[in-house]
């Protein structure tokens, strides 16, 4: 056991120095952190644009099950009609049992597509999301190394004036450059934050006038029925 625990803990020990290495190299070559970053996103959103394609398949299956069983319910509901108005009560009986077992497997469908196709506009949601972040990553990576590379030139302008050494002051300002970058990072995060809370409001809604259009749409539906029954009765 104590060779186990010596065994983990000079492993942890190694993952250590090795993380700090690695931040060291990205503290004085940002444009590998930022290619890092990058391709981690750009990795995440190729297994994203997978899966999401697995469940739009799924959603589209699911959606031919409904159509066909809808399909086999009408059919079955104009021969029940037929069997009713030429008083063949025994296959009437038959229509009608085989009527209940398709109406209840397509409200089951409708529920299964109904959750099938928010899995899908979440799954594209997604993408979307990603796909803007590795644009706005992109975007700030350029940025950023520009700036950096403007700070370096005038650094060494400023030591040849001076006449100081170049090593060493570049040394004495590594925590200012730390601090500058760091602080134009946070004045970058507040920027996206607020553009994500907006983006976040825009979809939401955008969902409640899908939600309000259906909505209008159904109580027409609703109403047009109720007046063509009426018409009937009359």
Do not use: C
């Not at 529920?111 to 799954?123: F, H, I, N, V, Y």
């Amino acid at each position: 056991m104590a060779q186990i625990n010596f065994w983990s803990r000079l492993g942890n020990l190694w993952q250590g120095f090795v993380s700090l290495w690695i931040s060291d190299v990205e503290k004085n070559h940002p444009e590998i952190a930022y290619e890092n970053a990058i391709n981690g996103m750009v990795s995440k959103y190729s297994k994203l644009k997978s899966a999401t394609a697995a469940i739009i398949r799924r959603r589209d299956e699911i959606q031919n099950r409904f159509d066909s069983q809808q399909r086999d319910l009408q059919r079955i509901q104009t021969d029940l009609q037929t069997a009713m108005d030429t008083n063949q009560d025994d296959l009437s009986i038959v229509l009608i049992e085989k009527k209940n077992v398709l109406e209840l497997a397509v409200t089951e469908l409708a529920q299964e597509l109904s959750q099938a196709k928010g899995d899908a506009d979440d799954a594209k949601s997604s993408l979307v999301s990603i796909k803007s972040e590795v644009e706005k990553l992109k975007t700030e990576k350029d940025r950023m190394l520009a700036k950096v590379r403007s700070a370096n030139a005038r650094i060494k302008i400023q030591d040849q004036l001076e006449g100081l050494s170049v090593d060493a002051d570049v040394q004495a300002l590594e925590n200012v450059r730390e601090n500058i970058n760091n602080t134009i990072s946070e004045a970058n995060l507040g920027k996206e934050l607020k553009d994500s809370d907006l983006d976040t409001r825009l979809a939401a809604l955008r969902k409640q006038t899908g939600a309000s259009t259906a909505r209008a749409e159904l109580d027409a539906l609703k109403a047009a029925r109720a007046k063509k029954s009426a018409t009937k009765q009359m």
